[in-house]
């Protein structure tokens, strides 16, 4: 059974910086695309980040573009999202999905996989 789970998140003033994880286990990560999704108290969810099985292409939306970071580590069978600058819009919660296919920013496009998420609040 794929299981994702997510880590990470917090309370973070303006400005400062988080790294959420997303673990994988019963399955392994290295054939899948990972993207980063969050939803803000009634707002529709959004893709934040989306990498490849390979790492090679990655995709951001343009509101954290320059902020936010994909990475991935296969033998640690995780993928990470750094994000720095962080803005009060960016409180919400974050959830990562797995996608045995390219890379998409839009859930709809449906994913195999989603974790429970982890909520990042960016307040002073």
């Known amino acids: 059974q794929l299981q994702l789970v997510e880590s990470g998140g917090g309370l973070v003033q303006p400005g400062g910086s988080l790294r959420l994880s997303c673990a994988a286990s019963?399955?392994?990560?290295?054939?899948?695309?990972i993207g980063w999704f969050r939803q803000a108290p009634g707002k529709e969810r959004e893709g934040v980040s989306c990498?490849?099985?390979?790492?090679?292409?990655?995709k951001y939306a343009d509101s954290v573009k320059d902020r936010f970071t994909i990475s991935r580590d296969n033998a640690k069978n995780t993928v990470y999202l750094q994000m720095n600058s962080l803005k009060p819009e960016d409180t919400a919660i974050y959830y990562c999905?797995?996608?045995?296919?390219?890379?998409?920013?839009?859930?709809?496009?449906?994913?195999?996989?989603w974790g429970k998420g982890t909520l990042v609040n960016v307040s002073s």
């Open positions: 999905a797995a996608r045995s296919r390219v890379c998409v920013l839009d859930h709809r496009d449906g994913m195999d996989s």
């Open positions: 019963g399955f392994t990560l290295d054939y899948y695309a």
């Open positions: 990498i490849s099985s390979s790492g090679g292409r990655t």
